[in-house]
Structures are given as structure tokens and as C-alpha cells.
């Protein structure tokens, strides 16, 4: 299943989220296969249910989320 068209109409607005690298359509040999790759580094985001997974591998260096503080 290849990208919807206006995902694909929508990729050279979007940067991979671990080094702002161009993101290409992957092949896709069937549904499960769909997403986009980085052209710089390599990382690849599934499609799923029609919509880009960025959150499926988290970059390394994301800081840990900090603790609630008290009022």
C-alpha cells in the first residue's frame, strides 16, 4: 500500500524527527511495509492506519521527561 496522496503531496514539509534529514516514501511490498525513511540517516516511521508513526522509535537523545513539580 503506498502512501495516501496527500501524504505524499505533504513530505517535503516534513523532516525526520531524529536529524532533520529529507524523508522519502518506502517501498512498500504490502501494507504492513508502508512508511517513510530518512534519506540521511536511515530511520524509518511506519504508516499506520493512515498516519505517520514518529513515536515508533524514540530518538536517543530525547531527554527523559521531568518529574510533575508541586504547586
Known amino acids: 500500500m503506498p502512501?495516501?496522496?496527500?501524504?505524499?503531496?505533504?513530505?517535503?514539509?516534513l523532516a525526520c524527527p531524529r536529524c532533520g534529514g529529507a524523508l522519502v516514501s518506502r517501498d512498500a511490498r504490502?501494507?504492513?511495509?508502508a512508511g517513510v525513511?530518512?534519506?540521511a540517516c536511515a530511520a524509518s516511521?511506519?504508516?499506520?492506519d493512515g498516519v505517520l508513526?514518529?513515536?515508533a522509535h524514540p530518538c536517543e537523545d530525547a531527554?527523559?521527561?521531568e518529574e510533575p513539580r508541586d504547586r
Open 63 to 65: 531527554a527523559e521527561p
Open 37 to 39: 525513511e530518512c534519506v
Open 45 to 48: 516511521w511506519p504508516l499506520v
Open 53 to 55: 508513526d514518529f513515536l
Open 3 to 13: 502512501l495516501p496522496p496527500a501524504l505524499l503531496d505533504a513530505l517535503p514539509l
Open 30 to 33: 504490502d501494507a504492513r511495509d
